[in-house]
């Protein structure tokens, strides 16, 4: 049978152990996860050690992707009267997606690997909805700007005004107006 003291003792132990563990293991982590990743990069684009031939499926890949949209249904409704928006989502429409890699260099002491990249979107032949639907929005981030572009315009032009008719008064006054003739 365990005492209270032999027990107690255990569980200091215990917590000591895990608290040093935690640390140790903590870095072994990390260590181990950029040792095995450290040439993944190179791995992926490059078919060689030097680099002089790259992998094909790197140099073009191709996607498909499904996207969606919403389309206002009711938008005569809402310029003339403004009334809520009726909003229907439309799709999916699948796009094929290319990239295009040209490997340009590699910097062994740096770590880094240089290329450029061509991406090109085309309509699948696998495509539900046709990617030439048309879809209705309210442009309501350009709404705004336009009404509170239009106020500052007309405050900025009054600003301007002010400012002109005061420097013009304040060259009358100089011009014309004197403190004491000069004897």
């Known amino acids: 049978m365990m005492t209270d003291k032999t027990m107690l003792a255990a569980g200091l ?5 895990s608290g040093g563990l935690s640390v140790l293991s903590t870095g072994g982590v990390e260590d181990a996860v950029l040792e095995a990743t450290k040439t993944t990069p190179l791995d992926n684009i490059c078919a ?3 680099c002089t031939e790259l992998e094909s499926d790197w140099v073009t890949s191709t996607a498909d992707r499904d996207l969606y949209g919403w389309t206002v249904t009711n938008l ?4 003339a009267n403004g ?4 909003h229907e989502k439309i799709g999916p429409v699948t796009y094929t997606i290319t990239s295009d890699r040209t490997f340009v260099s590699r910097d062994s002491t740096a ?4 290329y450029h ?3 090109s979107y085309a ?3 696998d495509t539900v909805v046709p990617c030439d639907v048309e879809i209705t929005q309210l442009n309501i981030g350009f709404t705004p700007q336009v009404i509170g572009a239009t106020g500052m315009a007309i405050n900025g032009i009054m600003d301007l005004t002010k400012v002109g008719f005061a420097a013009q ?3 009358q006054d100089m011009n014309t107006t004197q403190a004491g003739t000069a004897t």
């Open 13 to 17: 132990v215990f917590i000591l152990l």
């Open 48 to 50: 060689n050690d030097d």
């Open 76 to 79: 005569d409704d809402v310029m």
């Open 83 to 86: 009334t809520a928006p009726t």
């Open 111 to 114: 770590g880094t690997i240089t």
């Open 117 to 119: 990249e061509n991406t």
């Open 123 to 125: 309509c699948s032949v």
């Open 169 to 171: 008064m304040i060259n």
